[in-house]
């Protein structure tokens, strides 16, 4: 017996602003994994989070998370998004933030401290949001997204216009949640990132390139580094083309 995939996705098609922005995406995510979402910007990662999360109107196909249809009602508690925008109150410390995500969401005020320690961010709880660095503040919407122990995270971008070291601090705070049984699904257009998932989905002008892994790009391509990896496969394919 086959274990249900975190994610199923068959022939989705979406489109915004009369644009076909996904025409015609079929992908499955296995749980317990982090997967990278790579790909050029505009090229619609945004567009495929919000569809798993179920808050984007979908042309076609199905889309389901956890053997449910994405957005259904009983997912709400299982399901945890980090937008692109930051989505934490700066004129709140760290500790009130998460107090009102915990109270939003129904999690008992235990969580939060429990939950600032996952994030790694103890010792500033009483801290303006204002006032953290772009890494710790990227760390408290990640927070707010880990109140109610999502089965899945899904994360936009969480680590854009950090500097290399706060980058790979949560990598490893992402694979330790993997660890403990957490799906999850995390997009990035830089592909020196690629190397710190266990998956790829990549992706451009809406279509699948590749679900692949970093080791399996490299061994396809024959190139060690990810982002020239990742050229080589949009020319071969052109060329096949
Ligand atoms: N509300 C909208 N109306 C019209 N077009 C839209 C809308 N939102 C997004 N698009 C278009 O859909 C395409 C995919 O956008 P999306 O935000 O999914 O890309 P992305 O891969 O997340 O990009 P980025 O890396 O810049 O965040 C883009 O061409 C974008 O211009
Ligand atoms: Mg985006």
Redesign the pocket.
């Known amino acids: 017996m086959t274990a249900t995939p975190a994610i199923s996705i068959r022939d989705l098609r979406v489109s915004?602003?009369?644009?076909l922005?996904l025409p015609d995406i079929s992908v499955e995510i296995e749980k317990g994994s982090v997967t990278g979402l790579l790909?050029?910007?505009?090229?619609?990662?945004?567009?495929?989070m919000?569809s798993i999360v179920g808050v984007q109107i979908v042309a076609g196909g199905t889309v389901e998370v956890l053997g449910r249809p994405a957005g259904s009602s009983d997912l709400r508690n299982r399901v945890g998004y980090v937008t692109?925008a930051p989505s934490v109150y700066g004129d709140l410390s760290v500790g009130e933030n998460l107090d009102y995500f915990a109270r939003v969401v129904g999690v008992s005020p235990e969580r939060v401290a429990e939950t600032i320690e996952t994030v790694g961010l103890s010792g500033f709880t009483g801290r303006l949001v204002s006032s953290l660095s772009g890494g710790q503040r990227a760390r408290v919407s990640l927070a707010s997204a880990l109140l109610n122990k999502p089965d899945l995270l899904v994360l936009?971008?969480p680590t854009v216009g950090l500097d290399p070291l706060l980058r790979a601090e949560l990598w490893k705070t992402f694979h330790e949640l993997a660890e403990s049984g957490t799906t999850l699904l995390v997009?990035s257009?830089v592909m020196d990132e690629a190397g710190a998932c266990d998956h790829l989905i990549l992706?451009r002008d809406?279509r699948l390139l590749r679900h692949t892994t970093p080791e399996a790009l490299r061994r396809e391509t024959g190139e060690n580094d990810l982002g020239r990896a990742f050229l080589k496969v949009i020319e071969s394919d052109e060329e096949a083309a």
């Open positions: 915004r602003g009369g644009n922005v790909g050029p910007s505009g090229c619609g990662k945004t567009t495929l919000r692109q936009d971008e997009s257009h992706i809406g």
